[in-house]
């Protein structure tokens, strides 16, 4: 099990959509759902965009595609940049976000919470306000819309509210238990 202790910056990048699996039709191609668009990648297209919850910045998912022999992984980042697969943290708010996994509650102590997946195996400890945003992520809300919910109810200042809200959703989809999803 993990917990998050390492920084987020607005630069960095957190992977958009959902993996479908191996498409018969295509090879041996993976499926991958960005809204209403659907990629199909390559075994080591799909490394790379996995990749990206270990090395966040440009610089570090580039480096670890030629470590890989990922062919040109310095165009294949910005293909999958332009192609919406991939996106900044700064832009995170305006995408709806959907949770995995199973909530298993709180600490001892009240100040982490545990998600686990579906086979109830803990994945991540979190903070108290991830682990909000975690359980709000329906699919049918986008990170802005919580984090203007958070700060009416709390009466806190938004920009803050925001800036934690960009910060936990980078969080939680490195931890594979939020996904994000371009509004259709």
Not at 97 to 102: E, K, L
Not at 145 to 169: F, G, M, P, W
Not at 175 to 183: D, N, S
Request: proline residues 3%; hydrophobic residues 40%; aromatic residues 8%.
């Amino acid at each position: 099990m993990q917990w998050w202790e390492s920084t987020v910056r607005g630069d960095d990048l957190v992977p958009v959509g959902k993996v479908l699996g191996v498409q018969p039709d295509d090879g041996d191609a993976f499926g991958l759902r960005v809204g209403t668009a659907q990629y199909s990648l390559t075994a080591p297209a799909l490394d790379l965009w996995w990749a990206v919850r270990q090395h966040p910045s440009r610089s570090s998912l580039v480096e670890w595609g030629r470590k890989s022999k990922i062919v040109d992984a310095d165009r294949a980042v910005e293909q999958m940049i332009k192609a919406g697969m991939l996106t900044q943290v700064d832009s995170v708010l305006g995408y709806a976000i959907h949770s995995n996994g199973w909530g298993l509650g709180a600490s001892h102590d009240n100040n982490s919470f545990t998600i686990a997946d579906l086979s109830l195996e803990p994945l991540c400890e979190v903070d108290g306000y991830s682990y909000l945003i975690w359980s709000l992520a329906d699919g049918n809300v986008t990170g802005g819309d919580l984090a203007k919910v958070v700060a009416h109810d709390r009466k806190e200042d938004l920009v803050e509210v925001e800036r934690q809200t960009k910060i936990s959703i980078a969080k939680l989809v490195r931890f594979v238990v939020l996904e994000l999803h371009p509004r259709c």
